[in-house]
Every structure is written in structure tokens, then in C-alpha cells.
């Protein structure tokens, strides 16, 4: 429709792409123009393929108040974000004052910012239990972590496996009777499986199909002392 050919075009003039534009007519239907032109950093949010930066030039573009609290919080989730793809979990929160200031974003209303998204979910701050300054993170990372965390003791508090030589007294007796065995690849540490029924049994080798992986070292060779 005439509307929103004439949306179009006034969101392209803004430096914004056609696939960009698609998507926020798509998220935001007839609302689009109003949430561009009044909240641009919900895009940042809400709109898939819409960064800091361009919802940043956007905001510029239209005059709209650099020290606005959107700005500040859209920074702030920006530089946690880009953390992250670095590999950090959390950042202190001096470096995401550091980092948010470098975007030339005023900082100082930064904790009022931080309570603002702790209070809708965004972030959460925490103190340090070793003394330094808080950490900032991003919600759904420090959830992830904790779900690894709790899996892990979950795996810690599991029961040990059956006493190791009740195992190779069945796998021994067993290989005995059938005269052959099958054997699932094993990962250990602390012995090898394959040598214990080996010695048992009174076997030079016990041989199985090996397909060498590249770049893998092996010390199969192939040379078999039947």
C-alpha cells in the first residue's frame, strides 16, 4: 500500500537495508514508524540482524537524546554481547563502564541503568566473592552456567561404576564360554581394559577393525602376533 511504501522509503533514507526493513515491518506491523522514529534501541532487542550501531545511527539520525537511558542500556548489553563472543562470561563492572564510555555513551547514569535491567530481567549484577568490583552479566549466560554447573554435580554425586575386577570376572568368563566378545570402545584413565583381558585370558592381542582418524595418534600398526 501507499503507507507502507512511503514507511519504506523513509526507513531506507535512514541507512537502513531492505531485508532490515522487512523485518521491523514485519515485527512491528503499522507500529513500525512510531517504534523507529520514538524507541530505535528496542530494535537492538527485538529485531534479528539490528546491532548497537545501526539502532545507534538510527537514534542519531533523528535527533534523539545521546544521553538517553535506552542508549546507555543498549550499550551496556552491546558490550556484554561482544564479551562474550570473546569468551567472557561477565565483564566487572568498571570495564563495562570502560567499554560503554569508549561507544561514546555517557556513563553517568550507568547504575541507574544497570538497576533498570536487573528489574526487567536483562542483566543481573553481583558482587564478587573474592572482593573486586561487581560483575555484570547478561541473564541468560550466568542461567546457562549455572545449568552446567548444577549438571556437573549432578554427574559428581552419581554412583561409582561396579568394583573394576567383578566386571572382568564376567567379561573374563564370558569370553571364555562363547569363545568371542564384542566390546564397546572405552575411554579410561586409570587402566586398560583391553589389556587386563588380555592378560587374563592368556591373548597375545585382542584384535578389532581400526580406522585410523587423521591427525589422531594411534600406536595400532597393524603387524598381528596371532
Not at 94 to 108: F, K, Q, W, Y
Request: charged share 30%.
Amino acid at each position: 500500500d501507499a503507507e507502507g511504501r512511503a514507511l519504506e522509503v523513509r526507513l531506507r533514507g535512514l541507512g537502513l537495508t531492505g531485508r532490515q526493513v522487512h523485518r521491523i515491518r514485519q515485527r512491528y506491523g503499522d507500529r513500525a514508524g512510531h517504534i523507529v522514529a520514538t524507541q530505535p534501541y528496542r530494535l537492538c532487542e527485538e529485531v534479528a540482524g539490528i546491532g548497537f550501531r545501526t539502532a545507534d545511527g538510527l537514534a542519531r539520525e533523528q535527533g534523539l537524546d545521546p544521553a538517553d537511558p535506552a542508549r546507555v542500556r543498549a550499550a551496556v548489553l552491546h558490550v556484554l554481547d561482544r564479551a562474550g563472543n570473546d569468551g567472557h562470561t561477565y565483564l566487572p563492572q568498571p570495564h563495562v563502564a570502560e567499554r560503554v564510555g569508549s561507544l561514546d555513551v555517557p556513563t553517568s547514569a550507568l547504575d541507574e541503568v544497570l538497576d533498570r535491567a536487573m528489574a526487567d530481567g536483562a542483566v543481573i549484577v553481583e558482587g564478587d566473592p573474592h572482593g573486586g568490583p561487581p560483575r555484570v552479566w547478561r541473564t541468560s549466560v550466568l542461567r546457562d552456567e549455572l545449568t552446567v554447573a548444577d549438571r556437573l554435580l549432578h554427574r559428581a554425586a552419581m554412583p561409582l561404576p561396579p568394583d573394576d575386577d567383578a566386571v572382568y570376572d564376567e567379561a573374563e568368563a564370558k569370553m571364555r564360554e562363547y569363545k568371542v566378545s564384542l566390546k564397546y570402545p572405552t575411554a579410561t584413565t586409570n587402566s586398560s581394559p583391553n589389556r587386563v583381558l588380555r592378560e587374563r585370558c592368556a591373548f597375545s592381542v585382542i584384535h578389532r577393525p581400526v580406522q585410523t582418524i587423521p591427525g589422531i595418534e594411534t600406536n595400532f600398526t597393524r603387524k598381528l602376533d596371532i
